[in-house]
Antibody, heavy 116, light 107 residues
Framework: EVQLVQSGAGVKKPGESLKIACQASGYSFTRNWIGWVRQMPGKGLEWMGIIFPRDSDTRYSPFLQGQVTISADKSSSTAFLEWRSLKASDTGIYFC?????????WGQGTMVTVSS | DIQMTQSPSTLSASVGDRVTITCRAS??????VAWYQQKPGKAPNVLVYKASTLESGVPSRFSGSGSGTEFTLTISSLQPDDFVTYYC?????????FGQGTKVEIK
């Protein structure tokens, strides 16, 4: 069974850094793209970016403009989403997702709260 | 980016009703569309992919259709568990994009 298990909720102050994780199991991690999707409070779904773990080919959505870094560690079958300097507007739920063209599996989501 | 315009944003209906949600793409995307259902506080789950293929385990009251720029998700007979939010998504051209969502409410 394919499973994506995400790291727990984070509460940070503006300007702090954060790295959240998504550990995959039940399939060969290097065979599928992994994506990150955000959902701001009370809002819809937005693509952030995708990574192909076999060669770390990464693509970001244009609106992010270098605000985050997506990476993957093949040895632990884990994908990461990292912020160097958080803003209050980064508050939301972040989902990782396995791509089979469409999204066929989702992580449970990680709630990120950024507040002074 | 390809825009996915989903309508309506809110839909009021009763148990047993047949409802249809529409997505229009800003350019032709073949049949590279998926539909997801999201319950409050949970991750979404795929219902339909490639415009009309039902994901394994999804009840047959859900169906998808369309190609090119017009796509629909139909629920043939609403059940109590179906009063949640639905999203379309195109995966023809990166960046993939979602529709704005449709919340199905009890009338």
């Amino acid at each position: 069974e394919v499973q994506l298990v995400q790291s727990g909720a984070g509460v940070k102050k503006p300007g702090e850094s954060l790295k959240i994780a998504c550990q995959a199991s039940g399939y060969s991690f290097t065979r599928n793209w992994i994506g990150w999707v955000r959902q701001m409070p009370g809002k819809g779904l937005e693509w952030m970016g995708i990574i192909f773990p076999r060669d770390s080919d990464t693509r970001y959505s244009p609106f992010l403009q270098g605000q985050v870094t997506i990476s993957a560690d093949k040895s632990s079958s884990t994908a990461f989403l990292e912020w160097r300097s958080l803003k209050a507007s980064d508050t939301g739920i972040y989902f990782c997702a396995r791509l089979n063209g469409y999204i066929d599996s989702w992580g449970q989501g990680t709630m990120v709260t950024v507040s002074s | 980016d390809i825009q996915m315009t989903q309508s309506p944003s809110t839909l009021s209906a009763s148990v047993g009703d047949r409802v249809t949600i529409t997505c229009r793409a800003s350019q032709t995307i073949g049949t590279w569309v998926a539909w997801y259902q999201q319950k409050p506080g949970k991750a979404p789950n795929v219902l339909v992919y490639k415009a009309s293929t039902l994901e394994s385990g999804v009840p047959s009251r859900f169906s998808g259709s369309g190609s090119g720029t017009e796509f629909t998700l139909t629920i043939s007979s609403l059940q109590p568990d179906d009063f949640v939010t639905y999203y379309c998504q195109q995966y023809d051209t990166y960046p993939w994009t979602f529709g704005q969502g449709t919340k199905v409410e009890i009338k």
